[in-house]
């Protein structure tokens, strides 16, 4: 069976129709001899996300982005994602924007839930995620950095500001006279130094002596030392403490009126007595300075003794 031209023309064209539309709908990401489900997601921001981005489970890709659009109501991005039907996807699964590479864009990720059952059907819409990239996350912890930094450039100016304006011309001069100073200083020191150093050297037959002197005192006075922990201290701290006990004995005794001075110490009556003798004997010795006679008469012819008259004023009296 022959076909005509035309035949074969219609049927190139119809191929080239069918092809191209193949060709368009595989570059837009949809294969037509696949079957794919249609799953929606809202996102606040898909950038990166373009479309054609790969979508996968588990690192596997199973779909691609569709189509990105605004949706007008809620202001948010709406991003249709064509799934393979292969795989099953739950209700509850998490659609996470990720950054695969620092340098390249941003793909879908969906995140099963083991533990839901209910499978979502074409044209469901998924819970919405979005993970940070390392660009992104690296770009929150320099933000702080960058703050930092700013305050410490502001605070650099403003030290080299406050330095230019205490350095000006007559504080560089007094600079320089300080540094003059300090030169001339290390110099004498340099000369003391170079002096002691001689002085050292003159008299290190001296020192040296010295020393050894001081090494025969610290000899010696080991060997006193070594004396002195030889000598029976034990026994000498022991006789003394048997000492104060005994002291101490002697002393509560006195004060518990035991013995004669503990009587002397505690008797009232004894103590009044000791007063009273030595008020009377005081008397004695008073009448007897001033009145001789009463107690020594002495007459070569042999008179007769005077009667005692007793006086009319006592010692004290007189004495006041």
């Known amino acids: 069976m022959k076909l005509s031209r035309e035949i074969k023309t219609a049927i190139l064209v119809i191929a080239s129709i069918l092809l191209f539309i193949w060709g368009y709908s595989f570059l837009k990401g949809r294969d037509l001899f696949v079957n794919y489900k249609t799953f929606y997601v809202e996102y606040m921001n898909v950038e990166g996300l373009a479309v054609s981005s790969p979508v996968t489970i588990n690192g596997l890709t199973v779909g691609k982005v569709s189509a990105i659009k605004l949706n007008n109501n809620t202001a948010k991005l709406v ?5 393979k039907s292969d795989y099953p996807i739950t209700k509850s699964a998490l659609a996470e924007i ?13 995140i099963p839930n083991a533990k839901d059952s209910r499978l979502a059907q074409d044209g469901d819409y998924l819970i919405s995620s979005a993970k940070l990239g390392l660009t992104d996350a690296l770009a929150l912890q320099v933000e ?21 304006d205490v ?27 170079a002096q002691a150093n001689d002085l050292l050297a003159e008299n290190k037959s001296k020192i040296n002596s010295t020393l050894s002197n001081v090494d025969k005192a610290s000899a ?49 009556t004894l103590y009044n007595n000791f007063a009273n003798t030595s008020k009377e004997l005081e008397l004695l010795l008073q009448d007897l300075r001033l009145n001789p ?15 005692y008259v007793a006086p009319q004023e006592t010692p004290q009296d007189i004495k006041q």
């Open 79 to 83: 991003v249709e994602m064509q799934i």
């Open 220 to 268: 010696n006075f080991v060997k006193v030392s070594d004396s002195i922990s030889k000598i029976q201290l034990g026994e000498t701290v022991k006789k003394l403490e048997n000492t104060l006990a005994n002291v101490n004995h002697i002393m509560t005794d006195i004060d518990a009126g035991k013995g004669s001075m503990g009587k002397l110490m505690k008797d009232e």
């Open 98 to 110: 990720y950054a695969p590479s620092p340098i390249g864009g941003k793909q879908i990720a969906i």
């Open 144 to 164: 702080p950095l960058k703050v930092k930094i700013e305050k410490l450039l502001d605070n650099a100016n403003t030290m080299v500001l406050g330095i230019n």
């Open 167 to 193: 350095l000006n011309a007559k504080n560089k001069q007094n600079l320089q006279a300080s540094l003059q100073n300090l030169n001339e200083t290390l110099a004498q020191f340099k000369l003391v130094s």
């Open 293 to 307: 006679t009463r107690y020594v008469n002495v007459s070569l012819f042999g008179k007769k003794n005077k009667p």
